[in-house]
């Protein structure tokens, strides 16, 4: 699983790297389902006596998750990879799922509203997502490359799926990786719509698409992927019109949906 890392922040002297967190803990059976942020049953002592102390960390970080971040970011000082430390992390949770940063740079992704321009977890986490955008930008000191780990995984794949997730912050920055879309064009690739109507399933999606002057639905998010998609996937509910789209249930907001989309697509792409 190649995961975004644009989202990453030093946090307290910590490095925080949500998605790829996410797919860790999801993997080693410790994520908090309910937020789908941290560990499950974890206490947040610590961040309380931050914030006692003065300090302001907007994001509520709990104590095993700190831990984490903690020795990610001593890692990092020390010269490792993101990929290794990464990999190290996987371990240590008896993760077996191969979960690959994006990148090993570090690559930011911002938003504008007004005469500030702030981190994307701020705009999320702090501020709710209420903030107009007047812009979305990627800031980088070297341009984000794909790491070699990535390309081998994508060149040796059966197939990749690009899921539903927000394409402006958690996909489109995995595609501008130089590598990343000239790769994705010997495999097959299956991409899977957030979007029914004119709305995400959840997430700021929808005011991140109109900030970069595209409509928040299911055929302007296939616009972006249709260099590289070999099949778009839609809501069977979805009454945006995207020609040769498949249509499949894809709330999964009841137990199997998710495993029967899952099935849905592996046929389709082994039929490839």
Not at 245 to 272: C, E
Request: hydrophobic letters at 40%.
């Amino acid at each position: 699983m190649v995961g975004n890392t644009a989202e990453d922040v030093w946090i307290s002297g910590n490095f925080l790297s949500p998605d790829i967190d996410t797919l860790i803990y999801l993997f080693s059976g410790t994520l908090d389902c309910g937020t789908w942020w941290g560990l499950k049953g974890d206490t947040f002592h610590t961040h309380e006596e931050i914030a006692r102390l003065g300090g302001d960390e907007y994001v509520t970080i709990g104590d095993r998750d700190r831990a984490f971040h903690i020795l990610r970011g001593d890692l990092l000082r020390r010269g490792m990879r993101l990929t290794d430390a990464t990999a190290q992390l996987c371990s240590s949770l008896g993760v077996k799922a191969r979960i690959l940063p994006m990148a090993d740079t570090p690559v930011t992704t911002l938003i504008r509203s007004g005469e500030r321009e702030i981190h994307f977890q701020e705009f999320w986490v702090r501020y709710r997502g209420s903030l107009p955008i007047d812009d979305v930008t990627r800031r980088w000191d070297i341009p984000p490359a794909a790491t070699p780990e990535v390309l081998s995984a994508l060149r040796s794949a059966e197939a990749v799926i690009i899921g539903p997730s927000n394409p402006v912050t958690s996909i489109l920055p995995i595609l501008e990786c130089e590598g990343i879309r000239e790769a994705l064009m010997d495999v097959p690739v299956a991409a899977v719509s957030p979007f029914i109507g004119d709305a995400p399933i959840s997430g700021p999606a929808g005011s991140l698409m109109k900030a970069m002057g595209y409509r928040p639905d299911s055929h302007a998010t296939w616009t972006l992927y249709r260099d590289m998609a070999d099949f778009f996937i839609q809501d069977i509910h979805d009454p945006v019109d995207v020609p040769g789209a498949i249509r499949m249930d894809t709330l999964m907001n009841a137990p199997g949906v998710d495993a029967s989309l899952a099935q849905g697509i592996l046929s389709l792409v082994r039929g490839a």
